[in-house]
DNA sequence: CCGGAGATCACCCCCACGGGCGAACGCCGC
DNA sequence: GCGGCGTTCGCCCGTGGGGGTGATCTCCGG
């Protein structure tokens, strides 16, 4: 367990009281050295692309401007990249999806102990996948029973509905009819197995279909 | 500045990596030293009671059990209480409302510098109240535009429209008649400027009147 | 003591929504 | 080439939800 070399972090995180925390975690564990903070995910894509990080600590939701799953996918894009681990605070599938296929090694949540933390961190920096027990049971979930899973496009049409709009609004805004639309959402009732659009949006909010 | 006495903490926060990043933001301070951490809101209220602590920083949302704002209600309910410091990642009415009545001294987001911090520390040890930016103005455009805060009973049938159930079964969850209901909806409807209630819903998560 | 706000209920009308059914079309994998 | 899936559209019909109006009662504060 004594490495020649240690494993180099970028904790990439919009606050500052997390990014202290991790790296006090962190600095005590032996063979971790945090290279460097970012405050944006912009911040964390350019110090990455220096070459001289192992695993990225990432965050999902940064107040302003690029979200960390972008942010995964443009750091995981370049050769030689480094591995990057997500440490964020909520778990859905509307967080975790995107994350993973942005080419993230793991996904533990900010609830872990210090302990786990250190570990996934290792596990990362060998390329192996750390999983929170929470996310890996809803993967496991979602495998079982591929049926709940909405399509891409019901998944865009409840998320209007999450926003208010009328049927005929929506029809509107992905240039269908409003017939289609509800033919949509008679499916998206099926497979919630709800019987109205307030139930369909508290239902896949729920099980973190859809945003907020 | 150089008090004789420091000022005494507790830190109550069920994120491990959270409390590690404010001690080690804290500890860095003159005249501020960590007491205890507390990793649910029920110990917090425990260790509060022990009478040694001056100042506790309290996050609102805890994995399981008791929330920040209860927590708080009973930590300052006793007389010689220590101040409440709210330090929390989202701010929303449906937060920030029951811990002020509750009787927190202030109200930070996680997101502050670390400078903030210490200062808001020190102020409210002071007996002084510090609002993040963001809060002090959402409760100032409450005070300029009353009418649109919800009654009571008004948010009570909104969160549960959102939960999604029909008015009839709204009402028979708070033993009203379903016209009682879509007479409180309406005059929902007309505060938030909606005509649905998937847009009520919608309305009143942006704007914080509900959460989730 | 009275006025306002909040909560409760009743009545009407009407349309958007939801349920049921059927049917095209394009894409993909077998 | 065929079948499944996703997406699109159409039609009918019944009801729940939204708009308007008005009324009663309680509570609280001026």
Redesign the pocket.
């Known amino acids: 367990m004594t490495d020649a070399t240690p494993i180099r972090l970028l904790l990439a995180d919009d606050h500052p009281v997390v990014r202290a925390g991790l790296r006090a975690v962190l600095e005590t564990e032996p063979g971790l050295v945090v290279m460097a903070e970012a405050a944006t995910a912009e911040e964390a894509v350019a110090r990455a692309a220096e070459g001289d990080i192992d695993v990225v600590l990432m965050d999902l939701q940064f107040g302003r401007g690029m979200g960390g799953a972008a942010a995964t996918a443009r750091i995981t894009a370049r050769p030689g990249a480094p591995r990057v681990l997500i440490v964020t605070t909520y778990d859905s599938d509307a967080d975790t999806l995107p994350a993973i296929e942005a080419g993230a090694t793991g996904y533990l949540l900010k609830d872990a102990p210090p302990e786990d933390l250190a570990a996934a961190v290792r596990t990362a920096a060998a390329g192996r996948t750390t999983l929170a027990p929470s996310v890996a049971d809803r993967l496991m979930n979602r495998l079982r029973t591929p049926g709940t899973a909405l399509?891409?496009?019901?998944t865009e049409v409840l998320a209007l509905v999450a926003e208010g709009l009328?049927?005929?609004a929506i029809?509107d805004r992905?240039h269908?009819?409003?017939?289609?639309v509800?033919?949509?959402?008679?499916?998206i009732?099926a497979k919630l197995d709800v019987?109205?659009?307030t139930a369909a949006v508290a239902a896949a909010t729920g099980l973190g279909l859809i945003r907020r």
Chains 1, 2 share one sequence.
């Open positions: 399509t891409r496009r019901e009328s049927n005929q029809g992905l269908v009819t409003e017939g289609t509800k033919s949509h959402l008679a499916r009732y019987d109205s659009r």
